[in-house]
Structures are given as structure tokens and as C-alpha cells.
């Protein structure tokens, strides 16, 4: 028999159904939002952009274009990924748009990952499951 169970994460909440134990289990939606969260952060570009931001606190566009050396769209993109899952919030001045971490967690989880690679650094880098997108 199938149960529906409710489930709150931040804002958003979400309906679950439960599976019978036969057959592959499923992630939950909750299980599903976080690694969706943490693939926000997976990716090289929004992950330097944010150790950017970290280090000075806030940097227009232009100075991020110019620090990543890549072009304005594809530095925009990523900044609008990260502004939509609450990484980053902006400011206008004028014409000129800048960013800053949103909030002081996601300082937190760079600072938090970056320590805990320390003592993996070797088998992260050498991971190729991660690599083949079959984690």
C-alpha cells in the first residue's frame, strides 16, 4: 500500500510517495533538493566566483569578468545561478551590477568543504565516479 507523506525543506514543501521495500529505492525529495543544491555549488566557475566574493566581499561583473578571464555571458550565467538558489544577492549602482555572498553559511560549507578535502584531497581527485556523472 502506498503512503503520501508531506515533506517541508525551507520554503518549499513537498509530497513524497512511499515505495514498497521491493524494487531500487528512490532518493526522497528532500534527498533530491540537497544534492541539487550542492551541484549549485559543483561546478568550478560559480565555486571560484564564490571564493572571489569570499575574499572581497563584493565585486562588480566587470571585476569578475576580468578576475576569471571568461567572457560577460557566461559569467553572467552563472551568477544568475547562483543569485536564483540564494549563493549570491546583487546590488545596483547606476548601471553597474555587484555581488556579494548572501549569506554567511554558504561561507560556512566553501570553508567547512575545503577542510574536509584536505584529508581526501587524493582519492577526490582521483574519483571517477564522480567524474562519469554516476555518483
Known sequence: MRQRARLRVGPAEFTATD??????????????????????????????????????????????IQRLELPQSKVSNHLACLRWCGFAESRREYRTIHYRIADERVRHIIRLAQELLQDNAEHVAACRTIDAGRC
Open 19 to 64: 515505495r514498497p521495500t521491493a524494487g531500487p529505492p528512490t532518493p526522497s525529495p528532500t534527498c533530491t533538493i540537497v544534492a541539487k543544491y550542492f551541484r549549485g555549488l559543483g561546478d568550478p566557475t560559480r565555486l571560484r566566483i564564490l571564493q572571489l566574493l569570499d575574499a572581497d566581499g563584493e565585486l562588480s561583473v566587470g571585476e569578475l
